[in-house]
């Protein structure tokens, strides 16, 4: 079921009509791009859209405007929001065409043409993290390929297994001319623990990985792409296709480079090079004399089971998934951690089977997904290998959490999006891990209800305005009811003005932090700072000064700093946060931020 998100576009000289409005709805645990719901749409006179979304389903979206004179403007990405919402975009930057020039990829074809892909990046200050979807990029008739409409990011190339053969170091925000290193041939050899050879054996390079915490800083989901690198004959051997040159065991190599072995009915097995060091089954070798890369797997059988706690009636593409991290041994209590995902079909009366895990993992934690377009059910993290028994332990031990939002104007919140994150200990915020987060969106009248796992649990929601926090105990087999109210963000009011003392109208503010050692708060509450810190610097240049040179800037809430008992103590406990006033033709100020309510006078040269 499909309803609308309604909304405004704005430029430097007003609304903007002929726009295209991409809206990306995914949920937690989104293992490809095939999880992915994108909604194109184009604004109409006025700026206004609509783009008709999955309800119940968290999507962010972006800006950009038409071609003029070889730009075109863009704004940054916004995230998450549902069904119902009214989200409005602002697009601050200015994007030159890119004309992108990709050349060697001829020496990576074999049979098939590969498929150069656009992979947008979240344009907010900070680390440019890559967006769980792609546009394939077409070649011109002079062999360029023409950036799409969307934020700039990495170029990609991938096979038609949608296996990928090389990623762009840089952002096409740098650089234009990106040229694929050659590959060389390294040989492999597979076998099992008596030294028989595995026919079919795969061996994948791990690359880079794709988050989605770039949005607003709470990461749910983490993949790890994989290049099939080897396919193994019936002597367990195969040729590697790799992009380095020289030696594959020399150095420098830094990152070490890890491989995984899979085959069917062993375990997944991890080989890690740096240098002239090679990590295997906990112990470290020199390298051998061929310069064969060799795995020795070891037997392994299938976790299987069957789920039907909380599923009967679940869609045809229900699924569990194993969210784990892999271990490497590099030495005495040193390893490297390898985050990777398993999922299996529900079948009919919920049977399903995961093959090839890992003989040693870090940790794991089940993900039930009664559909790809239904939230998800959390478990809880644990150590060690995955059990069967303590999955349906888990899910005989579920709760249902059910929370009416409304706003800060006492109405309900729509398409609010909404956190779900288990509390761990306060005296031990480093228990929280980036899985233990799910993403939410209210429905038509502001509710949501969710099935979590006993225990207590934090929800957290922010939006462009205003901000809150519930918590809530879940007993298994209830229903723990809640109610949110948001509160408005502290404000800091600037008045701008010129150097004779008149106002300035249409000035805006860009917030900064800087440094921010006592912005974890002890309390537990540091997810409430870490996202507000995200969301709300990025809606400062869309309020712009009045007529009387009035600017009223939506500061982040940092809980501790608010609820301070003095204004010592709050100065004490805030972190370093600035503003930075700008105009047309006039110089920019930077002026620290305060939450007094006095408004703070700027004089722009």
């Given at each position: ?541 869309s309020q712009r000064s009045a007529a009387d040179g009035l600017l009223e800037v939506r500061l982040p809430v940092f809980r501790d700093a608010l609820e301070a008992e003095d204004a010592q103590d709050q100065e004490r406990s805030q972190p370093k946060i600035s503003l930075t006033i700008f105009a047309p033709n006039k110089r920019s100020e930077i002026v620290a931020a305060t939450y007094s309510t006095e408004p703070v006078k700027v004089?722009?040269?």
């Amino acid at each position: 079921m499909r309803r609308p998100i309604f909304g405004r576009v704005e430029g430097a000289k007003g609304p903007i009509a002929d726009a295209t409005v991409v809206w990306v709805g995914h949920h937690t645990g989104a293992m490809s791009d095939k999880d992915a719901d994108v909604v194109i749409t184009q604004t109409k006179d006025g700026g206004r859209y609509r783009a008709d979304v999955i309800a119940g389903m968290p999507y962010f979206g972006f800006v950009t405007g038409a071609w003029k004179e070889g730009h075109r403007e863009g704004s940054s990405v916004r995230g998450w929001f549902g069904a119902g919402a009214t989200v409005d975009f602002t697009c601050r930057e200015r994007i030159a065409s890119r004309t992108v020039d990709v050349r060697g990829l001829e020496a990576w074809q074999q049979g098939d043409a590969l498929r150069v892909l656009a992979r947008p990046q979240c344009s907010e200050s900070g680390p440019q993290i890559s967006m769980p979807f792609a546009i394939e990029m077409v070649r011109d008739a002079d062999g360029f390929f023409s950036w799409p409409s969307m934020p700039l990011g990495r170029v990609e190339a991938v096979g038609q297994d949608s296996m990928m053969v090389w990623s762009s170091a840089q952002s096409v925000r740098d650089a234009v001319d990106f040229a694929v290193p050659p590959p060389s041939d390294f040989a492999c050899m597979v076998t099992d623990e008596m030294g028989a050879p595995i026919l079919g054996a795969m061996v994948h390079l791990r690359v880079d990985g794709r988050y989605d915490s770039g949005i607003d800083g709470i990461e749910t989901t983490r993949v790890v792409p994989m290049r099939l690198v080897a396919r193994t004959d019936e002597n367990g051997r195969a040729s590697m296709r790799l992009p380095f040159s020289g030696k594959l065991f020399a150095l420098p190599a830094a990152p070490a480079r890890m491989f995984v072995a899979t085959a069917l009915g062993y375990a997944d097995q991890f080989c890690g090079v740096r240098g002239n060091d090679v990590f295997q089954n906990g112990e470290k070798s020199e390298p051998p004399a061929d310069g064969v890369l060799r795995f020795a797997m070891r037997e392994a059988k299938a976790v299987v089971g069957v789920v039907d706690s909380g599923l009967r009636g679940a869609h045809d593409n229900a699924r569990l998934q194993l969210r784990h991290v892999g271990m490497l041994r590099v030495g005495d209590g040193a390893y490297l951690h390898d985050p990777r995902v398993a999922a299996s079909l529900l079948l009919d009366g919920g049977a399903f089977a995961i093959e090839g895990l890992p003989a040693e993992m870090h940790e794991h934690q089940w993900l039930v997904q009664p559909s790809w377009h239904e939230p998800p059910i959390l478990l809880r993290r644990r150590e060690g290998a995955a059990r069967t028994d303590e999955l349906l332990q888990d899910l005989a031990a579920l709760g249902d959490a059910s929370l009416v939002v409304f706003d800060s104007e006492a109405g309900p919140a729509v398409g609010q999006c909404v956190y779900a994150v288990r509390n761990h200990s306060a005296h031990d915020p480093r228990a929280r891990g980036p899985w233990d987060a799910v993403r939410l969106v209210t429905d038509a009248g502001g509710r949501l209800r969710v099935r979590l796992g006993s225990g207590s649990w934090i929800l957290v929601a922010v939006s462009e305005r205003a901000y809150g926090r519930v918590a809530c105990e879940l007993e298994p087999g209830t229903t723990s009811e809640a109610e949110m109210r948001m509160q408005s963000f502290p404000m800091m009011r600037v008045l701008v003005q010129d150097r004779a003392g008149a106002p300035i109208a249409g000035a805006s503010a860009v917030i900064r932090q800087g440094s921010s050692k006592g912005w974890q708060s002890s309390s537990g509450d540091e997810l409430l700072s870490q996202w507000t810190m995200r969301v709300v610097p990025s809606l400062g240049g869309s309020q712009r000064s009045a007529a009387d040179g009035l600017l009223e800037v939506r500061l982040p809430v940092f809980r501790d700093a608010l609820e301070a008992e003095d204004a010592q103590d709050q100065e004490r406990s805030q972190p370093k946060i600035s503003l930075t006033i700008f105009a047309p033709n006039k110089r920019s100020e930077i002026v620290a931020a305060t939450y007094s309510t006095e408004p703070v006078k700027v004089v722009l040269r």
